[in-house]
T-cell receptor, first 116, second 108 residues
């Protein structure tokens, strides 16, 4: 059973370009979460999605960032007009259902975005 | 004040030592509690859930005190491979909130 998959693992963009990060959840998982980890900082929640629905986007910057989880295919985190401050590791996690004491989120290997 | 607070460390300990990490959380509505481990430049991996009754997994013991909003992790007989950052995590609904992590370095 493959784990959470993310690609690309490393992404380099110049300021002003667009970045697209993809995440395929674990088999049987219908809940997807995106987190950002800035250098030398902790993980910060960005957005929580289920198929075709954004459930909670309270951690998403108001501009330039968007996320989707279509009926078919991976979840996509899209960053438009990237700036240097967007350089970070972006982790995707998935869970089969509601998080509980016995069922939590499992993380993908992350995408490291570098903005030149 | 951060919602989940941890001493960032680093904790430098010799092999075989016992080391304890503490974590406090501010939201009394938090529902589930976990310790994750993160190796340098890798993804967080679940270490163990934390229960009020306390739970043990091999050399690792976790404890939760809901009244004090305090979580602990004890590692006995430290191994070199235990060197990592340990993340205290609390949940409310489906949202995980991470502490900043405590860095552990086990030396020979």
């Amino acid at each position: 059973n493959a784990g959470v998959m993310q690609n690309p693992r490393h992404l380099v963009r110049r300021r002003g370009q667009e970045a697209r990060l993809r995440c395929s959840p674990m088999k049987g998982h219908s809940h997807v979460y995106w987190y950002r980890q800035l250098p030398e900082e902790g993980l910060k929640f960005m957005v929580y999605l289920q198929k075709e629905n954004i459930i909670d986007e309270s951690g998403m910057p108001k501009e330039r960032f968007s996320a989707e989880f279509p009926k078919e295919g991976p979840s996509i985190l899209r960053i438009q007009q990237v700036v240097r401050g967007d350089s970070a590791a972006y982790f995707c996690a998935s869970s089969p259902g509601a998080v509980s004491s016995t069922d939590t989120q499992y993380f993908g290997p992350g995408t490291r975005l570098t903005v030149l | 004040r951060k919602e989940v607070e941890q001493d960032p460390g680093p904790f430098n300990v010799p092999e075989g030592a016992t080391v304890a990490f503490n974590c406090t959380y501010s939201n009394s509505a938090s529902q589930s509690f976990f310790w994750y481990r993160q190796d340098c430049r890798k993804e967080p991996k679940l270490l163990m859930s934390v229960y009020s009754s306390g739970n043990e997994d091999g050399r690792f013991t976790a404890q939760l005190n809901r009244a004090s909003q305090y979580i602990s992790l004890l590692i006995r007989d430290s191994k070199l491979s235990d060197s990592a950052t340990y993340l205290c995590v609390v949940t409310r609904g489906n949202m995980l909130t991470f502490g900043g992590g405590t860095r552990l370095m086990v030396k020979p």
